[in-house]
């Protein structure tokens, strides 16, 4: 392996979160850590059998982080949402839908955003793939169905949003508001990981509405946004969101001046079946302004593909080696705030 292919196989690594299966992190797992290509690790339910075998798990890959040639700490997140949507036991217990519904939904909000950076942190995890800011158009969609959206009124899930997220980052677990620009149109069979979706919104509701609480998640200075994978016509009528320059480049940040990390939803969602392979897929988020990718299929080879295919991609100068860096300094730059 050349100079160049090594440096371009770490700058690939650091724009990447992987998986792997059961409870131990395989030995693959940790050398790509050690090797500096990683930038962070996602953990599901099957990864966790207790609290000291957790502990176990994540001291092994904080140490593997630490033996990196240029170390500094990994993004190790889950989802804990709340209500259903929870990967560790614990805080907090309150479904989105119940706190949008409680007799104080703010300080509820307030107490689940407490709630969860209280588990994240006692489990030695730092990044938290919530507050969903889904503005759910019918109830019982997709979205509602599964308790995951604070209502249908912008402003209310903006500003519950921006108490989760506040008071999770107060505390040191950084916060990522999704599905950017909103999957709160989805019907109730219209779930991206089972299936490509369209969600024909016109654009005028898709920013009043479905972007409206990421003004206010960005204004709270929100660190992560995840892109959803459904296709919007108004925006881009070929590409899903996460895969999107005018979305990502042209909507989150020119518009709405989000300058954080972006993060991609599931690589291996079924949604992008019609997009090729992992190496595929994989370039077609970096190259539009997606700077995370999630490799989330608690398979590690899922995380090699994406590797090989991002470096390949940016030794041919099929990716602009200028933007790749600068999507790095991003990540990097979140890292370097986190324990």
Not at 108 to 129: K, M, P, R, Y
Not at 256 to 282: H, K, M, N, S, W
Request: aromatic share 4%; proline share 8%.
């Amino acid at each position: 392996m050349t100079g160049q292919d090594q440096d371009s196989r770490q700058l690939a690594g650091r724009r990447i979160v992987l998986s792997y299966p059961g409870p131990t992190p395989p030995p693959g797992v940790l050398q790509a850590i050690r090797e500096g290509r990683a930038a962070g690790v996602i953990l599901f339910g099957e990864n966790i059998t207790s609290p000291s075998q957790l502990a176990d798990s994540v001291a092994q890959l904080k140490q593997a982080a630490a033996e990196a040639p240029h170390p500094r700490p990994l993004l190790l997140m889950t989802d804990q949402e709340g209500g259903r949507v929870r990967r560790l036991p614990g805080a907090p217990e309150l479904s989105a839908r119940r706190t949008g519904t409680a007799p104080d939904p703010l300080a509820a909000a307030l107490d689940s955003g407490t709630g969860a950076a209280t588990t994240l942190n006692d489990a030695g995890l730092n990044v938290n793939l919530a507050p969903v800011l889904d503005v759910y158009d019918t109830p019982d969609n997709f979205i509602d169905h599964f308790e995951r959206s604070y209502g249908q009124d912008p402003s209310r899930v903006g500003e519950l949003g921006r108490a989760f997220l506040t008071a999770q980052q107060g505390l040191g677990v950084a916060a990522t508001a999704k599905h950017f620009p909103g999957l709160g149109s989805a019907a109730r069979d219209e779930n991206t990981d089972a299936r490509p979706v369209t969600l024909p919104v016109p654009l005028a509701q898709l920013r009043t509405r479905g972007e409206a609480p990421y003004r206010t998640a960005i204004a709270a200075g929100v660190r992560l946004v995840m892109a959803s994978w459904a296709i919007y016509p108004a925006l881009d009528p070929d590409r899903p969101a996460g895969f999107s320059p005018t979305v990502i480049q042209g909507e989150l940040r020119d518009r709405l001046g989000f300058d954080g990390v972006t993060i991609t939803d599931a690589l291996e969602a079924e949604a992008l079946t019609p997009y090729g392979d992992t190496g595929t897929r994989a370039v077609t988020a970096a190259s539009a302004g997606t700077d995370l990718l999630l490799c989330s299929a608690r398979d590690p080879q899922q995380a090699e593909d994406a590797n090989t295919a991002l470096a390949a991609a940016l030794d041919a100068g099929r990716l602009d080696r200028a933007a790749f860096a600068a999507a790095v300094t991003r990540v990097d730059a979140l890292r370097d705030e986190l324990r």
